[in-house]
């Protein structure tokens, strides 16, 4: 009875994964593989390709790793993502984690303005923004340092990398204490209380207790920030379309420009496949360094 119950139970929890697993294979798995196929021909939104793509084996990606436009793309997504994923928004995310953990008057104030950039859609955020770095005297940041005697600057034409930088800290803070506000909520009271009476400062205390406890949390973080930060799109786009001069081109806009403005969808499918292998590899990393088996 017990073996007939186990089996039972194997084929219901496979009937309950079922429609989670048709999903992925629809919404994942199908498009990553025709990325795959296509970026193996030379199919192409105009011309003769778009009538009659043609199977042209690795042409795409020996033209990809020679590219210079390419690796400049990758370089400054790497940038985008070490200074606003990997650096601001961990930092800053873990600080406001610490900081709501104590209780004083504004708390639910201050909570409530790190969370509201998660609540607004990207595409919006990137329309309010920029307004806030417009050009000449109608920009809201413009106002706000002519204050103090700063000229007006045109912040996505001088700035741009920096800004967009800024942006993505500023929307992804509040994911980043929700997770950090878990992982501290994890650790026992108690270690901090021998501490203390151990005579440990503050600093002692992060250091040797709350750090190392965090661990797990943060190549959590880590794992699902850079993968999400290296796919962004819209955010940037709305902002500055890869401008000026490519200089906010992340690997996202890159290929959407190949694959649309240049019509190059072979092309275009082997950059994505080559981006989607490289977060498989940052995911395997993170995963490793967690000692998690998967």
Known sequence: MSAKFERAEIWRNRFLILPSML???????????????????????????????????????????????????????FWFVLFSAIIGQLVLGLASAML????????????????????????????????????????????????????????????PLTMIIVVNIWRGIGFAMILMTSGLSSISEELYEAARMDGANPRQVFRRITLPLLVPTLFLYLLVSTVSTIAIFGLVFALTRGGPAGATELIGIYIYNQSFNAYQLGYGSAVAVVVLTFSLFIGMLYVRALKVDV
Do not use: H
Request: aromatic share 14%; proline share 6%.
């Open 23 to 77: 999903l992925l294979a629809t919404f994942v798995i199908y498009p990553a593989c025709f990325a795959v196929y296509t970026s193996l021909t030379n199919e192409s939104l105009t011309g003769p390709a778009a009538l009659n793509p043609r199977f042209v084996g690795l042409d795409n990606y020996t033209k990809l790793f020679t590219d210079g436009n390419f690796w400049r793309s990758l370089a400054i997504t």
């Open 100 to 159: 709501l953990r104590r209780r004083f008057a504004l708390r639910p104030l201050v909570n409530a303005v790190i969370l509201m950039p998660n609540a607004v859609p990207e595409v919006v955020a990137a329309m309010m923004w920029a307004s806030m770095l417009a050009s000449g005297e109608y920009g809201t940041l413009n106002n706000i340092v002519a204050w103090f005697g700063v000229e007006p600057q045109r912040w996505l034409t001088s700035f």
